[in-house]
């Protein structure tokens, strides 16, 4: 087949030209890149031999080379792992972060100094980043059990070609051709072994696969490395120890951090470093990481999580979404059990006793970790739930097992504070006397939720109530339903009885006026009857004229919206009606309604306050634009 050439998509171009004129805080990543990429393919080789024993590829001497010229001025990572095919090549290759290219533009554009080098694996264009050091790139691939190779080469200035090539190894090698050097700044000089050294020992001293480079001296004798003819020796620039397997005084912090940016695809140092070591029965490590920050698609759907499985020092999948819980996917970190077979699949893995006991013990020592933060380091606790507890907080929906863990470490906004969050047991510990209930009030935000006119009785009676602006606290507050024996009760569903009557108003007298509103309430529910289920006086409104209020069994809007955007078909369910009898407004309705025997205009007036009632809460009226008008109406006549 002749070489082909094709232009990167409009975005890619931009990307590649960000990323060779941007000045990053630490061109080093390149490397580091490229090695875990090619630490990548001798792990998916592995597995795919593994799955496939008839697979025709060589597996004896598994590893990563580095090559470098000075004379050239070129370095070159070569691995011979899995390979690509020629179309491979031009679907990961040729085009850059298929779904993330626009963001990451957004991103990388944003980005403030210092954080540049953390997009690049965040986004999975690592490959790309060898542009910050080449004037030009070469590949050279061949997928294991193939007969023919692949070229694919750039100058990162919009296009790419592709060559087949008859007698390219087994693997894939990139050849990087080198900007010039610059005399003045030798420290970044990565044609010199020295560097080359200290990087991979820096960032990939972890790699369970040997990383040789030549030696400068020629092999006098044969031995492991060297050939006996005077070609050079290779040295090995790693450790290859595994550091879950060492004891904790033998792995620095800076170790471990290494470790999770190679397993997190993360620049950023960890938040928590979790060890965990299970002898008995059944044997297993684990080394698990807490991020410090959320990644951009955690709430997508092809997010991948899960934790890498090892058995006896060799990965057996990559992302073994079995050994923790949904709500746990932010966790990141590489389990090594000792008695799995090597051939397990996802399948089995969904049955495997050992692999339930794993993820049962993972999961409390995640969440007792977390306890632990909350009540010795208040700041990271504090960023842990800033960035994932809205994620923690779908295990209380889903993990009932461990519900009460995860109540034990969650906190909420509340009136109490402007700033501070609150757990539930400080919650309870502030009640005030004869209260109940826990009270929650669910939002798109604080400033919406304290502007609410379910808020008022509330605050006039100095009643807390917890602030939940994400939007699965409308699930697990119905699926928790109480704390230590307290109820969780909406302010916005329900009878709420917080004896808000003046002190010097009787029963006597509350009676008589429920009588004096009788015949409006009445005639209101049949007027407004195809929207509402019921028109009744408001214990919870002190200012406002009305609110909309959901009973007590009934689903809220948000959830049934919620319902709705998940594809579930759910009725719409009517709401209560709820009036002020302090409102002037409404007791103006009253006096005009029992004066007059001509109801038709009272009936938009009901309208408005009905309208006004599902604007206060964020919502829309059946009809803006009648609403409109009638409002316009009123207006004026008032002026």
């Known amino acids: 087949m002749p070489t082909e050439t094709f232009e990167f998509q409009v975005e890619a171009r931009q990307l590649l030209q960000l990323m060779i004129h941007s000045v990053y805080s630490n061109k080093d990543v390149f490397l580091r890149e490229l090695v875990s990429n090619a630490s990548d393919a001798l792990d998916k080789l592995r597995l795919e031999k593994l799955r496939h024993d008839t697979l025709d590829a060589d597996t004896s001497d598994l590893h990563i080379e580095i090559d470098i010229d000075q004379d050239a001025r070129t370095l070159t990572v070569r691995d011979n792992g899995i390979g690509m095919s020629y179309d491979e090549v031009g679907q990961l290759i040729g085009t850059i972060a298929h779904s993330g290219t626009a963001q990451f533009l957004q991103e990388l554009r944003e980005a403030k100094e210092g954080a540049e080098e953390g997009l690049i694996g965040q986004f999975g264009v690592g490959f790309y980043s060898g542009f910050m050091v080449a004037d030009e790139m070469t590949l050279l691939t061949r997928r294991a059990g193939e007969g023919e190779g692949t070229r694919w080469t750039s100058r990162g200035e919009g296009t790419y070609t592709l060559e087949t090539v008859a007698d390219a190894p087994q693997g894939t090698s990139v050849t990087l051709h080198l900007k010039p050097a610059d005399p003045d700044n030798q420290l970044h000089d990565y044609t010199s072994a020295f560097k080359v050294r200290e990087i991979i020992k820096r960032y990939s001293d972890f790699i369970t696969w040997p990383i040789r480079m030549a030696s400068e001296a020629p092999a006098a004798d044969s031995d492991d490395d060297g050939k006996g003819d005077g070609t050079p020796a290779l040295e090995t620039l790693n450790s290859m120890k595994a550091l879950w397997a060492r004891s904790r005084d033998e792995v620095s912090e800076e ?12 620049w950023r140092d960890p938040l928590e470093t979790i060890r965990l070591q299970a002898e008995g029965t059944f044997e297993y490590q684990a080394l698990l990481f807490l991020p410090a920050h959320a990644p951009f698609d955690l709430f997508t759907r092809d997010y991948k999580r899960g934790l890498q499985l090892y058995v006896r020092r060799v990965l057996i999948m990559e992302d073994c979404e079995a050994l923790l819980p949904p709500y746990l996917r932010f966790v990141k970190g590489v389990v090594d059990a000792a008695d799995l077979s090597l051939n397990v699949s996802r399948e089995i893995l969904q049955q495997d006793r050992h692999i339930e006991m794993m993820r049962r013990r993972l999961t409390k020592k995640v969440l007792s970790t977390v306890k632990d933060m909350m009540a010795k380091d208040s700041d990271r606790y504090a ?14 929906v889903t993990d009932s097992e461990n519900r009460d863990a995860l109540l034990a470490v969650a906190s909420f906004a509340s009136t109490h504070h402007d700033s501070e969050q609150t757990t539930l047991k400080q919650y309870v510990e502030r009640m005030k006397d004869g209260q109940d209930a826990i009270y929650y009030l669910t939002g798109e935000s604080r400033q919406s939720i304290e502007a609410s006119p379910h808020m008022e009785a509330f605050r006039d009676r100095g009643i807390e109530v917890l602030l939940l602006t994400d939007p699965v606290d409308e699930v697990w507050a119905d699926a928790v339903g109480e704390y230590e024996g307290k109820k969780l009760r909406s302010v916005a569903k329900g009878q709420i009885d917080l004896d808000t ?33 019921e028109v009744r006086l408001s214990s919870r409104l002190t200012v406002s004229p009305a609110c909309m209020v959901s009973d007590s069994g009934d689903l809220t809007p948000a959830l049934e919206n919620m319902y709705r955007a998940m594809g579930q078909e759910v009725p719409r369910t009517k709401r209560i009606l709820e009036l002020n009898p302090h409102h002037q407004l409404v007791q103006a309705l009253n006096q005009a309604y029992n004066e007059r025997e001509d109801h038709a205009e009272l009936g938009e007036t009901a309208e408005v306050l009905h309208g006004l009632a599902v604007l206060a809460e964020g919502g829309q009226p059946k009809d803006p634009a009648r609403f409109v008008k009638l409002m316009a109406d009123r207006l004026e006549r008032a002026l």
């Open 255 to 266: 170790e471990y951090h290494e470790l999770y940016k190679h397993v997190g695809h993360d």
């Open 383 to 396: 960023t842990l739930w800033r960035e994932f507890g809205t994620v923690l907080k779908e295990g209380l």
């Open 501 to 533: 009557r003046d002190t010097d108003t009787s029963d006597e007298e509350q009676k008589k006026r429920d009588e004096e509103y009788a015949a409006l309430l009445g005639w209101m529910t049949q007027e407004l009857g195809e929207d509402i289920k």
